[in-house]
């Protein structure tokens, strides 16, 4: 028998009560049909989570900020080879329980609409193309190139509008336009179903009135209907829960777990499920909608080649690959790419070692906290900023480097202890400061945060910023660190150098050092904006996107989307098309040069836009469409070719339709957002042609 025969021989000869064992994401075995149990709860966010020794990456914005998808998919195969090694150590031992199988609930694709979300740096960040292919590539790196024989099981998480606020998502109501909806919160979904993302997550939250995870618009209109997803859907745990305790719009459980079955969800992760039973009995479902979604469930089971073992073509993967030491070399690696300067005045980087005397300060210089972000593993190894620093000059016997904490990570310093004197004595001071996450994170984690996880205000706290002041006034050159998931803003002459680190996983303070002192060159892009203050953001709880993102937003932010700076300067020298017109199911070939001005070797993420020149007021001001790393010699040149297609030109109208507007539109390659604060920053000034649409 082939697959799909089996999986229907399997399901005749099971009771209702075993039929819904199956559908809870701790399925039951049934021994007699040779059926084990097994465990869908698994994470693998940047790294496997919550089971024991594994590589930890940095975290997921921190990835997206390599603007760099092919090396993403590299770390997630990595991943993959960890998880699959795990899982089959595991079944050699008996051990089926949770975080040890085979379906992982990774990526987050939701759309970081708002810095003030905690799960925010769980995500690819604030543009849906940047978003989507960042997405794409994670999930083939864990699902392998078979889509028959899955390495992993991948999952795009959580459908859909979901992006806080924490405090209130298990009774929120996310409110957009049909046009909001199509143009930036589901494009990323759609491009991982149409290429066969395995899973997707229903969210916590309602949208447009619905519960997500059982919403027919949501899961039968778009989801099965218009892009055809044949995988299986999993409700976010407990979510199912909610429908009658927290949402009310069902009376009791078994009328919950009827609601999101009959809507399209197959594998409760919960409690509610069981009730399925009487559910059936109860003539709120049918037996047969039962089948269906343990079809679907079974279906995924036999790709990961779970019922034929001898037959798995990752069954040899092993022990020795978890946290090998070609795996943090490439963890290292991540955070080299990730890491973005923001601001080099003078070019105080990179450092040389004439300094005798440098005194790191700060919070998170020691803090290993700021290495995990949310979701991560356990490494053999973790190395802290202040570590990566110390390693960095432990042979130069001339520089003394001296290290205290200044002031403290989640509240002010007692009135009595604060103490300034090893900054006042330095030549040099490397100040690092940011958060972790005890002050952001996912609702009940984030334990030293006043708001379930999210942020209240997205300054850099008060009393890391005084504490930064009183050092700054000394006059002395000053590095400033910034650790964390969200943009942080902070007084633009705070620092003369600042670095964004993320939560740069466990090699991130060797990759910290490398760049401050110039073994490694810069090259990380910011994958969303950073507002000058909390004052520019629009109410946490309007998911209207007016005002939100590079793409709408009319206030000048600190520093723009895609913005990060290196130690050469780089030049745009020309942008061409291979046509001035373009008509639906065209494409237009974009060639653009860019140049090293500089003396050393260095990366640029070059960045497409397109503006249309007579854009509706709802339309976005500027949107990305394509991307590409590129490595320049010193003095060089390197000349990059881009395919756009027609569809790249269509603008989403107020029915949640595209449309290909005919008019003019403009073509520009950059190395930030197009935004007149990128060049005020130091970004090089971009090149842009013009193209008709007809």
């Not at 940047?46 to 921190?62: D, E, K, S």
């Not at 978890?322 to 290292?332: F, Y």
């Not at 006042?424 to 690092?432: E, F």
Request: hydrophobic share 40%; glycine share 8%.
């Amino acid at each position: 028998m082939n697959r799909e025969e089996r999986i229907k021989d399997l399901i005749s000869k099971m009771t209702l009560e075993e039929k819904v064992s199956q559908l809870s994401y701790t399925s039951a075995a049934i021994e007699r049909l040779d059926i084990p149990e097994y465990n869908w709860w698994n994470e693998c966010l940047h790294g496997v989570a919550r089971a024991g020794l594994a590589t930890v990456f940095p975290q997921a914005i921190a990835l997206a900020a390599t603007f760099d998808d092919s090396f993403v998919q590299e770390v997630a195969t990595a991943i993959s080879d960890e998880a699959r090694a795990k899982y089959n150590e595991a079944v050699k031992r008996g051990n089926r329980g949770q975080y040890w199988g085979l379906t992982f609930w990774t990526p987050n694709i939701n759309i970081f609409r708002d810095p003030r979300w905690g799960r925010g740096q769980e995500t690819y960040g604030e543009d849906p193309v940047l978003t989507g292919r960042m997405g794409l590539a994670f999930v083939r790196g864990l699902q392998g190139g078979d889509p028959e024989n899955l390495k992993l099981a991948a999952c795009a998480k959580h459908f859909a509008v979901h992006s806080g606020p924490e405090k209130f998502r298990h009774t929120f109501n996310a409110v957009v336009s049909k046009k909001d909806l199509f143009e930036t919160y589901l494009p990323a979904f759609k491009i991982l179903v149409e290429n066969g993302v395995e899973s997707v997550m229903g969210a916590y939250n309602r949208t447009l009135g619905e519960v997500c995870c059982g919403s027919m618009y949501l899961l039968k209109d778009i989801l099965r209907g218009r892009w055809q997803f044949k995988g299986h859907v999993v409700s976010d745990c407990w979510a199912i829960r909610d429908f009658h305790e927290n949402h009310k719009v069902t009376k009791t459980s078994e009328e919950s777990a009827a609601l999101a079955l009959k809507a399209g969800c197959d594998l409760n992760c919960g409690c509610t499920y069981p009730y399925l039973v009487q559910s059936v009995k109860q003539g709120l479902v049918s037996e047969d909608e039962v089948n269906t979604a343990l079809t679907r469930l079974l279906r995924t089971r036999f790709k990961l080649n779970m019922f034929d073992p001898d037959k798995d073509p990752y069954a040899k993967l092993d022990e020795t690959l978890i946290n090998c030491e070609k795996h943090q070399l490439l963890a290292k690696k991540a955070a080299e790419k990730s890491i973005v300067l923001l601001k080099n005045d003078k070019n105080l980087l990179p450092l040389d070692y004439s300094a005798k005397k440098i005194a790191v300060v700060g919070p998170a210089a020691a803090n290993p906290h700021t290495l995990f972000g949310n979701y991560y593993g356990i490494s053999s190894h973790f190395v802290t900023i202040l570590e990566g620093l110390a390693a960095k000059v432990r042979d130069k016997y001339a520089i003394n480097l001296e290290y205290r904490q200044g002031c403290l990570m989640y509240g002010p310093n007692h009135p009595a202890n604060v103490e300034f004197g090893i900054a006042n004595m330095a030549d040099i001071i490397i100040a690092v400061m940011g958060l972790d996450g005890a002050i952001e994170g996912e609702e009940g984690d984030a334990i030293a945060s006043n708001s379930n996880g999210d942020r209240d205000s997205i300054e850099l706290p008060a009393w890391q910023l005084e504490y930064l002041r009183k050092i700054r006034s000394g006059g002395k050159p000053l590095i400033l660190v910034l650790t964390g998931g969200s943009p942080i803003a902070i007084p633009e002459d705070i620092a003369d150098a600042v670095l964004f680190a993320w939560y740069s996983g466990e090699r991130g303070g060797e990759a910290v050092a490398d760049i401050i002192f110039g073994d490694v060159i810069p090259s990380g892009k910011l994958p969303l904006t950073f507002p000058a203050s909390t004052a520019q953001l629009p109410p946490y709880e309007d998911y209207a996107m007016k005002g939100r993102t590079y793409r709408y937003m009319e206030e000048k932010p600190l520093y723009p989307f895609g913005f990060g700076l290196s130690y050469v300067p780089f030049r745009y020298d020309s942008i061409s098309l291979s046509g001035a017109e373009i008509a639906r199911g065209g494409t237009v070939q974009v060639n653009v040069q860019v140049s090293n001005l500089g003396k050393y070797d260095a990366e640029e993420a070059v960045q497409l836009y397109i503006v249309r020149d007579d854009r509706g007021r709802d339309d976005p001001i500027v949107s990305l469409k394509d991307f590409r790393r590129v490595g320049v010699p010193p003095g060089g040149s390197s000349r990059l070719e881009f395919d756009l297609p027609a569809s790249a030109f269509e603008t989403v109208n107020e029915n949640g339709d595209q449309v290909l507007v005919p008019g003019t539109y403009t073509v520009i390659a950059a190395g930030a957002a197009p935004l007149p604060v990128a060049e005020e920053r130091g970004a090089p000034k971009p090149v842009s042609a013009k193209i008709t649409v007809k």
